[in-house]
C-alpha cells in the first residue's frame, strides 16, 4: 500500500493540507485527519455513477448516447458560439487554470461568468466594495484570537476541521493553552452543534442580525439601549458580549449563510464590518467570511485579475461589465434571458432557486461533471473530468486568501481529461467556429 502524505482536501474552504492518503491499485482505501465529509471526496461511494465517456442527446427527455471527445466537444462549441447570451457558471470545484480558460471561453463567446458565491458569499463581496475588507489569515486567529465569533454559520457541520485546526481548540504561539485561552460567542437562531460549545450563544431571531449589529455598535460608542431586548436578545447579554469584544487582544468575526443568505443580505454584512472597523479602535479585530467551496474564493480572485471583477461578468459587448441583479447568472436563468449555458465544477441543479432551473431546463445545457448530479439529469452534453486535487493537481485559494497547491493522488480513469484540458478543446474549438 502507498501512503501519500500532505495532501490538499479539495471540499470545503477550510482547505486542510495535512491529509493523508491510503492508497491500492490507483484506489483511495483510506484517509488519515480529513473529517468525514474530506474522506468521503477522497473515497468512491459504493453505487456512485462516475461518468467516464463524454454523453450527448439531442432532446431532453432522450437517453444519453456515448459520443467520442471530438464529437462532444465540437457540439459544445457550435451551441456556445450560436447562442446570443450563453452563460457559464460554477467553477467553485476546481483549480485555479481551469477558471483563467472559463474566463478567456467566456470573453470569446461574449458570454456571462459566474461562480457559485452568487448563492453564497456574493453579498459578502458586494458589502467589502462598499465600506472594506479588515481580513486577516487562519495562522493569525490560530496563533493570536482570544475572542471567536461565529455567526451566521454552522463549522461543526460545514467546516468540520475549522473550530480544531484554527478557531478554537488550535493551540497557538499566543494561545498556548488552546480552547482555555478563548471565549467562544456563536449568534445563530439554532442551538446547533456549534452553538453547544459556546461561552455565549446569542439566539437571534430570524432575519434580525441587522438589528443586533446595530445595537452592538450602538453600545460600543456608549448609546445606551432603551428597551429590553433586541433581535429576541436581552439587552443585559448584548452589554456583556460587546464588553468582551471590547477587551479582546485578537478578535475574530467568522460569519457564514445566516447573514448572507438572510433578509437585509449585504446589508448585514457591511453592517457587520463596520462594527469591525469600530472595534478597531479599541483593540484588534479582523474577520474572514466561511467560504464554501474549497476554491470558491480562488475563481474571484482569477475572475478579477482577468476582468477587473470578481464574478457576475458580461463579455456581451466584449469589455466586462459587472452589474449583480442584472448580470448575474440566477437572474438570467428567471428572467429567461439565457440561451445556453455551460456548468462546470458545481451543482446549479440542485442548488439554485426552483425558477433558475426551470430556466436551465429549457436551453441546452452542457455539464463539466464526474458524477451523476441533478445538473446532469438536466444536461444535453456531459463531459466527465478528471476530479481536481485527487486525479489532477492545481492551485486553490483558502477562505482567507492563500493559495494552496493541490496534490495529485491517483490517477484518473483512462480517457478522462482534466478541467483545464477540457476548457482548453472548446477554445480551440471555439476559435476555428468564429
Ligand atoms: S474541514 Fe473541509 S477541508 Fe478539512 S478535511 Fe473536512 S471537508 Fe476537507
Known amino acids: 500500500m502507498e501512503i ?29 485527519n480529513a473529517c468525514r465529509i474530506g474522506h468521503s ?46 452563460i457559464l457558471y460554477g467553477f467553485s470545484a476546481t483549480e ?42 487562519l495562522g493569525e486567529v490560530k496563533n493570536r484570537a482570544d475572542v471567536v465569533i461565529y455567526w451566521g454559520c454552522n463549522p461543526m457541520h460545514a467546516h468540520p476541521r475549522h473550530m480544531g485546526r484554527y478557531g478554537v481548540f488550535a493551540r497557538g ?43 452592538m455598535r450602538a453600545v460600543l460608542k456608549d448609546f445606551e439601549l432603551q428597551v429590553d431586548k433586541v433581535a429576541g436578545i436581552p439587552v443585559e447579554l448584548i452589554y456583556e458580549a460587546v464588553d468582551i469584544l471590547k477587551n479582546a487582544q485578537f478578535g475574530i468575526l467568522f460569519f457564514g449563510m445566516g447573514v448572507t443568505q438572510s433578509k437585509s443580505k449585504h446589508r448585514n454584512i457591511d453592517n457587520a464590518i463596520q462594527l469591525v472597523v469600530d472595534l478597531n479602535a479599541y483593540t484588534k479585530f479582523s474577520l474572514i467570511p466561511m467560504r464554501g467551496h474549497y476554491n470558491v474564493n480562488g475563481f474571484n480572485q482569477v475572475c478579477t485579475w482577468v476582468s477587473g471583477f470578481p464574478l457576475c461578468v458580461d463579455y456581451s459587448r466584449g469589455y466586462p461589465r459587472f452589474n449583480p441583479g442584472d448580470t448575474s447568472v440566477t437572474d438570467l436563468l428567471i428572467r429567461k434571458e439565457a440561451d445556453a449555458m455551460l456548468n462546470i465544477a458545481s451543482d446549479p441543479g440542485a442548488h439554485f432557486p426552483n425558477k433558475a432551473v426551470e430556466g436551465m431546463a429549457e436551453i441546452p445545457l452542457i455539464a463539466i461533471e464526474p458524477h451523476r448530479t441533478p445538473t446532469t439529469e438536466l444536461a444535453n452534453i456531459i463531459l466527465p473530468p478528471a476530479i481536481a486535487g485527487v486525479e489532477c493537481e492545481g492551485t486553490a485559494y483558502r477562505m482567507d486568501g492563500v493559495p494552496i497547491e493541490l496534490k495529485k493522488v491517483i490517477e484518473p480513469p483512462e480517457g478522462v481529461l482534466s478541467d483545464r484540458e477540457i476548457m482548453k478543446k472548446i477554445i480551440r474549438k471555439v476559435k476555428e467556429l468564429l
Open 4 to 32: 501519500v502524505k500532505d495532501v490538499v482536501c479539495p471540499f470545503c474552504g477550510t482547505l486542510c493540507d495535512d491529509i493523508i492518503c491510503y492508497v491500492e491499485n490507483n484506489h483511495i482505501v483510506g484517509t488519515k
Open 41 to 86: 471526496k477522497f473515497t468512491h461511494r459504493d453505487g456512485a455513477v462516475r461518468y467516464t465517456e463524454p454523453l450527448m442527446r439531442e432532446n431532453k427527455k432522450d437517453d444519453f448516447k456515448k459520443v467520442d471527445w471530438d464529437t462532444a466537444i465540437e457540439k459544445t462549441a457550435e451551441i456556445l458560439v450560436n447562442a446570443k447570451r450563453p
Open 96 to 137: 485555479c487554470h481551469a477558471h483563467a480558460y472559463g474566463m478567456k471561453l467566456a470573453e470569446m463567446v461574449g458570454g456571462v461568468v459566474s461562480n457559485t458565491a452568487e448563492v453564497c458569499h456574493g453579498p459578502s463581496v458586494w458589502a467589502l466594495q462598499d465600506v472594506g475588507y479588515p481580513i486577516c489569515t
Open 173 to 215: 504561539f499566543f494561545r498556548e493553552r488552546g480552547r482555555s485561552d478563548r471565549t467562544l460567542i456563536v449568534v445563530d437562531p439554532r442551538k446547533t452543534d456549534t452553538a453547544k460549545l459556546a461561552d455565549i450563544h446569542l439566539q437571534v431571531e430570524q432575519h434580525k442580525d441587522y438589528e443586533l449589529i446595530s445595537a
